[in-house]
């Protein structure tokens, strides 16, 4: 094995113990603390590439995020509140964030704003502590109800949005499968809402990484409605489950990932049709976006489905680079090519 072989292999190695031992950093105590983000613009999402097209999908621009404020990183969720202005997200060590994207001429992703972060509260009023409190991965966000997934300990929450003081305290709602299901670190990913027009009336839906049934497939649940009740995800080829976010048509998407020595990080984007998603279905679909190594990607945790100004449908893509120094925090946008 050559010099350069080797130096790649031990990257991987370094990458692949980030990817699943990543220790997080340390919140702070209280308070709102501002962070300036340095970005830099992703053009191309095929490196080496001018190609735009890719499945369903039409990559619409991206950013590389850094900052010299050491709790940014780990972002595990992320959601527009507006037409691809303002958004709200959290990170797998227990924050919030919070910011403006700042777009081009052409509307393309450029910089971001006005960026903050604040401890996720307790019920007592305090910052939660230690991963295993901490460890939020899903969020979705109707009107002025925020709605979080933690896995480790097991729970989903509700908030009630604050954007300047970001002090609302949990209130806790039932688990919608066994608890004893949940497997360690790979509880619930995804929370979304379902569109009020659509089958499921505006239903939560929640989808775990990779907490599977006697069939090798995965727990999800419907939360409230008609359609309340259990239902499974088809694991296909050793990918877990990332986040999800609902088309308007009612379809839900669901972001998928799998990391490997050999090959790195693989990404897909599954289409689950909303008609299928009942009690006791075990739902599957195709795949309307492939991305590996050859594509501007990395861990990618959080997806956002939302509408633009210009009436098409978006989807954002943020990555969790688990504060390590071999990966990266992305933001990557396409549209919908329909």
């Known amino acids: 094995m050559n010099r350069i072989a080797l130096l790649s292999r031990r990257v991987l190695v370094l990458f692949a113990v980030q990817f699943f031992l990543a220790a997080p950093a340390m919140a702070e105590d209280s308070g709102v603390v501002p962070a300036v983000i340095t970005s830099r613009p992703i053009s191309n999402f095929r490196i080496g590439s001018s190609e735009t097209h890719f499945g369903s999908l039409e990559f619409v621009g991206g950013l590389e995020m850094t900052s010299t404020n050491r709790e940014f990183g780990g972002l595990s969720a992320f959601r527009y509140l507006d037409s691809g202005k303002e958004f709200l997200g959290i990170t797998d ?131 409230e409605g008609p359609r309340k009740g259990i239902f499974y995800v088809r694991r296909l080829d050793d990918f877990d489950i990332s986040d999800g976010d609902f088309l308007p048509s009612g379809d839900l998407l669901l972001l998928e990932r799998r990391f490997s020595i050999a090959s790195g990080v693989t990404l897909r984007i599954r289409r689950i049709a909303a008609e299928d998603i009942r009690p006791g279905a075990t739902v599957d679909g195709p795949f309307i976006l492939q991305a590996d190594m050859r594509d501007q990607i990395d861990n990618m945790e959080g997806l956002d489905v939302w509408q633009a100004e210009d009436g098409s449908t978006r989807l954002s893509m943020v990555s969790d680079d688990n504060h390590s120094i071999v990966q990266r925090n992305l933001y990557l946008e396409f549209r919908l090519a329909e």
């Open 93 to 223: 060590t227990g924050l919030w964030y919070a910011g403006k994207m700042v777009r081009d001429e052409k509307g393309r992703p450029a910089s971001i704003g006005d960026f903050r972060l604040a401890p996720i509260q307790s019920e007592e009023g305090m910052p939660v502590e230690g991963k295993w409190n901490s460890d939020a991965e899903g969020m979705s966000v109707s009107g002025k109800t925020v709605t979080v997934s933690f896995e480790r300990i097991h729970r989903i929450a509700e908030f009630a949005l604050d954007l300047e003081n970001f002090a609302s305290k949990p209130r806790d709602l039932p688990l919608p499968m066994p608890k004893d299901e949940l497997r360690n670190n790979r509880g619930i990913e995804t929370i979304a809402y379902a569109p009020a027009a659509g089958s499921l009336l505006g239903a939560r839906v929640a989808v775990t990484e990779k907490s599977i049934n006697e069939s090798g497939d995965m727990f999800a649940a419907v939360l």
